[in-house]
C-alpha cells in the first residue's frame, strides 16, 4: 500500500473519531435528559428516549466496525487504538492523541451517569410494582371448598340448575 494510500485511511479513521466524539457528545446530552425523565417518572418520555439510544446504538456500532476495519488496513501487527497513534507522524499523531483523550473522557462520563440512571430507573420498578401491588390487592373468598356459601346446597345457584 502506498504512503498516501495510509495517511488518507489515518485522515478517514481519525474522521470517525470525531463522528464518535459528537455522538457520545448526544449521548451525555440524552443521558441527561434521561435522569430528568426518571426522575419525574415519566414513562412514555423514557421509552421514547430509550428507541432513541436504540438508534444511536446501532450507529456507533457501524462506526466501530469501520473503526476497527481502518486500523486493521492501516497495520495489522499493532491492535489497539494507542499503538497506533505511536506510529504516526505529527500532526495526525497530536490529533489522534487529543481525539483519543477526548472520547475516552467522554466515554467515563456517560458510564458514571449510566451507573446512576441504572440505579434510579431500578428504584422507580420497585415503586411502580409496589403501587401496582398496593392498587390491586384484593380480598379472597377464605375457602373456596365446602365452607363457603357459594359451594353448599343451599346456594341460588344449585337450584338454578
Given at each position: 500500500?502506498?504512503?498516501?494510500?495510509?495517511?488518507?485511511?489515518?485522515?478517514?479513521?481519525?474522521?470517525?473519531?470525531?463522528?464518535?466524539?459528537a455522538i457520545y457528545t448526544s449521548l451525555k446530552v440524552s443521558?441527561?435528559?434521561?435522569?430528568?425523565?426518571?426522575?419525574?417518572?415519566?414513562?412514555?418520555?423514557?421509552?421514547?428516549?430509550?428507541?432513541?439510544?436504540?438508534?444511536?446504538?446501532?450507529?456507533?456500532?457501524?462506526?466501530e466496525e469501520r473503526r476497527n476495519t481502518l486500523q486493521r488496513?492501516?497495520?495489522?501487527?499493532?491492535?489497539?487504538?494507542?499503538?497506533?497513534?505511536?506510529?504516526?507522524?505529527?500532526?495526525?499523531?497530536?490529533?489522534?492523541?487529543?481525539?483519543?483523550?477526548?472520547?475516552?473522557?467522554?466515554?467515563?462520563?456517560?458510564?458514571?451517569?449510566?451507573?446512576?440512571?441504572?440505579?434510579?430507573?431500578?428504584?422507580?420498578?420497585?415503586?411502580?410494582?409496589?403501587?401496582?401491588?398496593?392498587?390491586?390487592?384484593?380480598?379472597?373468598?377464605?375457602?373456596?371448598?365446602?365452607?363457603?356459601?357459594?359451594?353448599?346446597?343451599?346456594?341460588?345457584?344449585?337450584?338454578?340448575?
Open positions: 500500500m502506498m504512503l498516501q494510500e495510509k495517511y488518507d485511511l489515518v485522515d478517514e479513521l481519525l474522521n470517525i473519531l470525531e463522528q464518535l466524539i443521558n441527561g435528559d434521561k435522569q430528568r425523565v426518571l426522575a419525574a417518572g415519566n414513562l412514555t418520555d423514557l421509552q421514547i428516549i430509550a428507541q432513541q439510544e436504540e438508534k444511536i446504538a446501532a450507529v456507533i456500532a457501524t462506526l488496513m492501516i497495520d495489522n501487527t499493532h491492535t489497539s487504538f494507542n499503538q497506533l497513534i505511536a506510529l504516526l507522524e505529527e500532526p495526525r499523531k497530536q490529533r489522534g492523541i487529543a481525539l483519543s483523550q477526548e472520547l475516552r473522557q467522554l466515554v467515563n462520563d456517560i458510564s458514571v451517569v449510566q451507573e446512576s440512571n441504572s440505579i434510579v430507573l431500578n428504584n422507580l420498578l420497585k415503586l411502580e410494582n409496589h403501587k401496582r401491588n398496593v392498587l390491586f390487592k384484593v380480598s379472597t373468598v377464605p375457602e373456596y371448598g365446602g365452607n363457603n356459601s357459594f359451594a353448599s346446597n343451599n346456594s341460588i345457584f344449585n337450584k338454578i340448575i
